[in-house]
């Protein structure tokens, strides 16, 4: 009989059930029917969204440390089971000379989202990717670097002509693909408050507080 309720009361029950729920079960629930298969997915992707009122954190070793731009909420594609995240290019560009005055070519890539409302002590969670090589770009002005199947990070060559002619090279983070339900992982035990002193591996938690102006981690 579900079937035969509106749209509305469809998405209504969902976003309702949405709010109580851990993803991972939440989920589950593109089998009860196929309207479901379909209010299902489109209600997680708005609620991803509305959990995210952090943003989501990238912190590189000794590289720019970006936070997703709440203009560019992420996508959903259901085909590869992955959200993608666009970054503008504000305060996001390094020289290439940066890169090679540092002499880093090789860093250990850990995205981290951050819970500081309702919280006196912000608390970030994160997924650990493993190295992330220095980008070798060829003749595209893209390079992706994919950790796997479903998680990659891509950056972006960006060359500007002063008016003396000479051309400068920058490299920004262009974008950030990750497997749907590590999200939903990160997020779930953030908002639930679940502190799981054994999480599953490629996970670690990170605390940090301000004591007069020095942040310690």
Request: glycine share 4%.
């Amino acid at each position: 009989m579900i079937q035969y309720l509106p749209n509305e009361l469809h998405i209504q029950i969902l976003i309702y059930v949405a709010n109580e729920t851990k993803f991972e079960k939440f989920c589950t629930l593109r089998t009860v029917c196929k309207k479901w298969n379909s209010f299902v997915l489109l209600v997680t992707h708005e609620a991803v969204i509305s959990r995210l009122n952090s943003g989501l954190k990238l912190e590189l070793t000794d590289w720019n440390e970006t936070k997703w731009s709440k203009k560019l909420p992420p996508t959903y594609c259901d085909s590869t089971k992955t959200f993608t995240f666009l970054f503008d290019h504000i305060d996001n560009t390094k020289s290439c000379n940066d890169y090679k005055k540092s002499g880093i070519n090789k860093i250990n890539f850990t995205v981290f989202v951050e819970r500081s409302k309702g919280r006196p002590i912000p608390i970030k969670l994160g997924a650990k990717f493993g190295e992330l090589a220095f980008p070798k770009f060829i003749n595209d002005n893209i390079y992706k670097y994919e950790f796997d199947h479903q998680n990659n990070v891509c950056f972006k060559r960006e060359t500007k002509v002063d008016e003396k002619g000479e051309s400068t090279s920058s490299i920004r983070l262009y974008s950030f693909t990750i497997a749907a339900w590590k999200l939903y992982y990160i997020l779930d035990c953030l908002t639930f408050n679940c502190k799981r002193p054994n999480l599953k591996e490629g996970f670690q938690y990170q605390y940090h507080r301000y004591i007069g102006c020095i942040q310690m981690f």
